[in-house]
Each structure stands twice: as structure tokens, then as C-alpha cells.
């Protein structure tokens, strides 16, 4: 019996629609358990109803027609109890409740089984018989296991009723995740992917030159293509955010992907498209094995590129259209290729099935202030063409709203657009508190580095450069003399300000195409500052490349990633040192000449946490990486999707390791910033700022957001806040009292839709 339950479950997962996946669930649970009746009811949310949705044995006039409360009979004493009930005559119990002209009177014997996705009950899955008899051990094991296999499967299939059964007048509700916040109200324009990676099959040509030709025109053709798009966003969006194209512009400038591809074509005599697709995927494999959510966007970026020059060899012309309206742009994976297509005056929202919020279109949508919506469960095809609300704050999405949805969205879209005006007209006021309490703002970056828009006394400097990037986006370690050009590009850009970059972080699950790594743990594994330790070569290389683009600018700081013990410091330390005395003898250099640059680590481990006081003894800073530190403290993988939910940044935890980290640091007298997304998060700001921290790091887009807020309150009463809070016993017991706190002060609207 065990042996077919995985076939059960495969069967019920690749079916085209669910009602085809659970009468196939009742016909093979019934035959495997030898049944006279299996029968399955779904919970309905918005009836708070158990439907009869399937049933072998029952009659049919009652499938479909037969609604439970969710307290009524026995299968709703399963959904309240969340747990198997086994009953030998179930006629006999109190709660029974006959359904009338089903056919029921005939089955004695019943079971019944809650299946449960996210602590969710989904629905109750029933067998029965006609002998009056408990089920076996054996049989109620099948039935709890089937339906632990068919939560996860059917948690994601219900998002898909709803849109079975759309009908005119009737406003269908489906929830994402909010990436970028706003409001928009336009018809969607659903987008599918012309040609794909996948779509191909392998070919040879004997014609070399002419695949060649066409390859390469492919490349200028894409490359043309981009760098339009780009000038169009020049003066629309931060320079952040818009060396988001200049990715696209190096990869199509790469000589190793491209050599990679042509030696494809010209050695192994494969026709262009079928280069492209060998030489793509063996990069994106690469890059989606890797854990850290940033580096596997580069995945997209490659799978994106890729088709796209796919595209253009295939000669589509279809996709020139004309825009008379704003559109919602929707799709499987929008990417920014897609983007491309759009005009941008007519770009007003965007839905992903997939994506992350780390994710290119998530954040060039930030940047432009378009509202994005990711991760929503929805046929593309039953949208089409439909008007839709999306609600970025909340991750909403309403298809086909009506009246009073459409005129509460407008009323709430009005008072967006007047707080936007407010925030932008406040954009070059200092960051200070509304008490006069500065506070020092930097810039995160890792992609490129330009100058952005904010005026310099308002621009504290660069706390986090990724240095790994280059390394990702290079075929083998890349030599002294290139991370030179690279780190000095960045450290005369920002020649008026500190710049803070981050040591090599790769390792485990930042996985080299040129310096394989496989682990079974990759985030408790053989990365950062453990890795490089164990290969000086690299890091001294690295550290020399930093101290020599330095030599000019003298703005670098210098900051050890993972570090989780004091040797680690003492070790990395020594290196630096022998690294900077090189230097200083290779060009007659004095200390007073070239001073040895400050030295600060992460704090994103937890041990790092109890050893401030030796910590501050060996460097100058500390950084505290959020995003790690709460996904260590709390042992939650924030990339699964099974326990995602549980990374809490509010969490009580969370608040209070980071309330000792600025105590020890305060009592040992070393500096201390935030560097992660806690920081530039509305809620976070004010929670770090009534704690007494001071210095925070985040991305480009968050910046005006924060000076705002911070020109709207004050010190005393965020400190007030943050001690009622601490006393809390969830994150969302915190949550809900900033929000209070911001509702009091007007400034609801950057938690929610409205302006208030």
C-alpha cells in the first residue's frame, strides 16, 4: 500500500487542473485501500464552509451541492480537532449529521484525516466502509501520511480555485508578496515568454561562419537594445539602481561567456541557438546551486540574456505594440528584458509568479516607484486583459473589481500620490530627527558604484561593497592588477567618503564556477572568512588590490565577513598588516603617508555577538548584518518557502541581541552600524533608532523614504516605543505597536495603502 502513495501524490500534483487532481485522489486512495468510499471536502475561506468537492461512493447529486459549516458533523469535528477520527459505526456518534439522498446510510466504518498546509486546515480527506469496524494501524497511517504529502501539494493547488470559477460581477482576491510598495488600478498585461532555454534542442551545423554571423549579430542587436532601454531610465531612476543594466551590458560584452559560446559553435559545430543554450545553462546551474538569494539573481540575469538573444535569432516581430494605457505588466518571471518592451510612462505595476525581493525587478521597481507584487498563484491566462488592483504594501491582488473596490483603491491611490509628493519634496533635508538628533546614512551596493542623486552632506559613504561580484562574473580568480581597476573605479567615485568593502564572501553556497564547493550545510559550512583564511594567496591578493586602489583616495575600510572568533581576527589582521607593509616598501610610502586603513568585522554570527569586548581590542568597527544574524539566531532559512514565514525581524529575540550589541559596543567604545534590510525598513528604522543606534547602512531607493520619517519623529518618543516593545512576546506584537505609533503621528502610509 505504501509503495503506491508516491505515485498518488505525483499523479495528484501533475494533474492540469484540481478538480481533474482530486477525483483522480479519491479513484486511487479508494482502489489502494480497498474502500467503498473515499470521498475529500475543501475548506472555503471566504464561505467558512467544508465543500464536498470529490467523492467515490457517494452519490453524485451530493458532489459539489454539499456544504459543512466548519463546527458541523463529524468532518468538521476533524477540522476542528486537526487530527484523525476513527469511528467503527460513525451513525452513532453525537455529532453525526446525515447528508440526505447521498447514499451515506450504507458506509458503518469511518476515518477521517485533516490535511494541513502551514498550520492551515486545507480540507479532510475521508474513507469509509460498510463493515462496522475501527481501522487498522496500518490504514490510519496510509491516510495521516497521504495527507501530510498532499498539504504542501494542495496548499499551493487551492490558490488555483478561485481561478476556476471567475464570474462577471465577482471580484476574485489572490495574495503574493509585497516587493515595492503603491497602489495601481489598470488593465493587466499578461506576458509569456516567446522562446525559452529550455524550448531547445541541440543541433550541429556544418555552416560555422554563417552561425557565427548570426550570433554575433544577435549580441549587437540585444546590446543595442539595452543600452536604449538604459538611456530612456537614465533620469528616472538612481543610479543604483540603473547600473542594474550595466550587468546586462557586461555580460553581453563578456569575453569569456561569449568565447565560451562561439567555441561552441566553431569547435563542437553547434548551430548558434543550441550554443547558446549549452553554454546558459551550464552558467545558471552554477549560479542557482548557490544559497545567498543576491547571487542566484545572477542566474536570472543570465537565463534573461540568454533568451533574449534567442529571440532575436528566431527574428520576432510581434512584440512592437502601441500603449494607449497604463498596463500592469504580468507574467511567470518578469525580468527586465520584459521591462524593455514596456514604455515607461505606461509601466504602472507588476506581477511575478516568481521572484524574490532581491531580485532585479523587484528592485528596479522600487526605483521607479512602480508597485510590484511577486510570488502570487495564478493562471496567466485568466487575467488576460482583465482590470486588476495590486497592493504592493500588502502583496493583494484583485481581479475584476467592482465598484466600491475600484472607488475605495482610487481613494487610497489619491492619498498615495500626495504622501509620494511629500517625501520627494523633502529629499534634500538632512537626516536628522525632528529633536535635531543626526543620523549617519550610507549606501549599500555591490552590482556598481555611482554617485547617487542625494547631496553629499546628506550621504554618509559606502558601508557595505560586495567584492565577490567580480569574482562571479569572472571565468577563473581574477589577477591582482583587475581587482586594482575594479576597487579603484569604486574608491574614486567616492572619493569624498568613506567606503567600506567587504572581504571575498564566497564559499559553501557562493559556489565559483572555477572553485567548485559542495556541502551538505552550506551556510554553517566553508565560506567567508573561513574560507579565505585557509587560502591566504587570495586573500592577500585581494587585501594588496584594496591597499594599492586605495593609494590615492586613502578612503578604504576594510571588513572581515562570518568572522566568529577572535583568531579568525588575530589571523586576517596579521595578513592585512604584511599586506600594507608591501605595499608601503613597493612605493616608499611612510604610515603617516599611507595610514594602515580601519579594520571591522560582521556581526552576523551569534558567537560574534558575546565577544565584543576582545573584538573591539582588535579592530576599529562593526557592522551588524541583519539579514544573517536573524536567520542564525532564529534557525530559520528565510530561502525555504516551508519555514520562511518564521524570519521575523521584529522578532523579540532579534531586538533584544541587537539592544546588547550597541550596549557592549557603547561600553567597550567602539563604532557600530547596521548594514542590512532592517535598516532602510520603515518599522526597523524606528526600532533601531529607539534602541540608540546611529549609523545605518541600506540600499539607494530607501533613502528619502528614511529621511522623511526621520524629519517626522523624535528620539524621546521612539525610545518610549521601543521599551513597551521589548517588552513584547512576538514580532508581531512589536509590528503592531510602530504601527500604532505611526498612525498616531500621520505617517501610516508607509506601512500601508493610503496616506494615513
Known amino acids: 500500500m505504501f509503495s503506491q502513495l508516491r505515485q498518488i501524490v505525483e499523479q495528484f500534483g501533475e494533474a492540469e487542473t484540481l478538480p481533474d487532481a482530486i477525483n483522480l485522489l479519491v479513484q486511487q486512495t479508494k482502489t489502494t485501500m480497498n474502500l467503498d468510499c473515499c470521498s475529500i471536502f475543501i475548506t472555503n475561506k471566504e464561505t467558512q464552509k467544508l465543500s464536498l468537492m470529490a467523492s467515490e461512493g457517494l452519490a453524485s447529486q451530493v458532489v459539489g451541492a454539499t456544504h459543512f459549516n466548519l463546527d458541523e458533523g463529524i468532518v ?4 476542528q480537532k486537526g487530527e484523525p477520527i476513527n469511528l467503527a459505526n460513525v451513525a452513532e456518534h453525537p455529532q453525526f449529521k446525515y447528508l440526505p439522498s447521498s447514499n451515506e446510510e450504507q458506509f458503518s466504518s469511518f476515518l477521517g484525516t485533516p490535511i494541513i498546509h502551514k498550520r492551515q486546515v486545507m480540507g479532510v480527506l475521508v474513507a469509509q466502509q460498510k463493515l462496522p469496524r475501527l481501522f487498522n494501524k496500518l490504514e490510519e497511517s496510509f491516510l495521516v501520511t497521504l495527507s501530510v504529502h498532499l498539504g504542501s501539494v494542495l496548499g499551493k493547488a487551492m490558490m488555483d480555485l478561485p481561478n476556476k470559477s471567475i464570474k462577471k460581477n465577482r471580484s476574485l482576491h489572490l495574495q503574493g508578496s509585497p516587493a515595492s510598495p503603491g497602489i495601481s ?7 509569456q515568454g516567446h522562446i525559452v532555454l529550455s524550448d531547445v534542442t541541440i543541433e550541429t551545423s556544418e555552416q560555422t561562419a554563417h552561425e557565427l554571423r548570426l550570433f554575433r549579430g544577435a549580441v549587437q542587436t540585444c546590446a543595442d537594445e539595452f543600452s536604449k532601454v538604459a538611456t530612456t531610465l537614465k533620469d528616472q531612476v538612481s543610479k543604483d539602481a540603473f547600473v542594474l543594466f550595466d550587468v546586462y551590458g557586461h555580460l553581453l560584452k563578456d569575453k569569456a561567456l561569449l568565447a565560451a559560446i562561439e567555441v561552441q559553435i566553431q569547435e563542437n559545430k553547434l548551430t548558434a541557438k543550441s550554443a547558446i543554450k549549452r553554454v546558459a545553462e551550464s552558467y545558471i546551474k552554477q549560479f542557482e546551486n548557490m544559497q545567498d538569494t543576491y547571487l542566484k539573481e545572477r542566474a536570472v540575469e543570465i537565463r534573461d540574456v540568454g533568451q533574449r538573444l534567442l529571440y532575436h535569432l528566431t527574428k520576432h516581430n510581434d512584440e512592437k505594440q502601441n500603449f494607449s ?4 505588466l504580468v507574467a511567470e518571471e518578469v525580468t527586465i528584458s520584459m521591462l524593455a518592451m ?14 524574490g ?5 523587484a528592485i528596479l521597481s522600487r526605483a521607479l516607484g512602480i508597485p510590484a507584487v511577486l510570488g502570487a498563484s495564478i493562471r496567466l491566462k485568466n487575467i488576460a486583459d482583465s482590470y486588476i488592483i495590486i497592493d504592493g504594501y500588502a502583496g493583494t491582488i484583485i481581479v475584476d473589481p467592482n465598484k466600491s473596490l475600484k472607488a475605495k483603491y482610487n481613494v487610497l491611490l489619491k ?6 509628493a511629500l517625501v520627494d519634496q523633502g529629499s534634500d533635508q538632512p537626516a536628522m530627527t525632528k529633536d535635531g538628533c543626526f543620523i549617519e546614512v550610507l549606501l549599500n551596493t555591490g552590482l556598481n558604484a555611482h554617485l547617487d542623486r542625494f547631496n553629499e552632506q546628506h550621504f554618509a559613504g559606502i558601508g557595505l561593497y560586495r567584492s565577490e561580484l567580480p569574482f562571479m562574473l569572472s571565468s577563473a580568480f581574477p589577477t591582482e592588477q583587475q581587482q586594482i581597476k575594479t576597487y579603484q573605479r569604486l574608491l574614486e567615485q567616492y572619493k569624498n567618503f568613506p567606503v567600506t568593502m567587504r572581504t571575498l564572501d564566497i564559499g559553501g553556497d557562493k559556489e565559483l564556477s572555477y572553485f567548485p564547493i559542495t556541502e551538505e550545510n552550506p551556510f554553517l559550512g566553508w565560506r567567508g572568512i573561513r574560507l579565505t583564511l585557509d587560502h591566504p594567496d587570495i586573500f592577500r591578493i585581494q587585501i594588496r588590490a584594496m591597499l594599492r586602489a586605495s593609494m590615492n583616495s586613502k578612503n578604504l575600510r576594510i571588513m572581515l565577513p562570518m568572522v566568529g572568533s577572535i583568531g579568525e581576527v588575530e589571523e586576517a589582521k596579521s595578513l592585512i598588516q604584511q599586506a600594507w607593509k608591501e605595499v608601503c616598501i613597493e612605493h616608499e610610502l611612510t604610515a603617516e603617508q599611507f595610514p594602515f586603513p580601519e579594520l571591522g568585522v560582521m556581526i552576523e554570527v551569534p558567537s560574534a555577538v558575546f565577544i565584543i569586548k576582545q573584538l573591539a581590542e582588535q579592530v576599529d568597527f562593526l557592522s551588524v548584518g541583519t539579514n544573517d544574524l536573524t536567520q542564525y539566531l532564529l534557525a530559520v532559512d528565510r530561502n525555504n518557502s516551508r519555514v520562511a514565514d518564521l524570519f521575523d525581524s521584529y522578532h523579540p529575540a532579534v531586538l533584544q541581541v541587537m539592544q546588547l550589541i550597541l550596549q557592549q559596543s557603547q561600553e567597550h567604545n567602539i563604532e557600530v552600524s547596521i548594514c542590512g534590510e532592517l535598516a532602510g525598513d520603515p518599522i526597523g528604522l524606528l526600532i533601531l533608532l529607539g534602541l540608540g543606534y546611529r549609523k545605518l547602512s541600506m540600499n539607494a531607493f530607501n533613502m528619502n523614504k528614511v529621511k522623511y520619517l526621520l524629519n ?13 516593545a521589548l517588552k513584547g512576546h512576538d514580532g508581531q506584537f512589536i509590528k503592531q505597536h510602530f504601527v500604532d505609533y505611526l498612525d498616531t503621528k500621520g505617517l501610516g502610509g508607509f506601512v500601508r495603502a493610503g496616506k494615513k
Do not use: F
Open 76 to 79: 468538521g469535528l476533524v477540522y
Open 185 to 191: 488600478i489598470n488593465k493587466a498585461h499578461v506576458l
Open 325 to 328: 494605457e497604463g498596463i500592469i
Open 342 to 355: 514596456i514604455p515607461v510612462n505606461k509601466l504602472k505595476g507588476v506581477v511575478s509568479v516568481r521572484g
Open 357 to 361: 525581493l532581491s531580485s532585479h525587478v
Open 415 to 420: 492619498e498615495e500620490n500626495e504622501m509620494k
Open 712 to 724: 517626522h519623529v523624535t528620539i524621546p518618543e521612539l525610545e518610549t516605543c521601543t521599551a513597551m
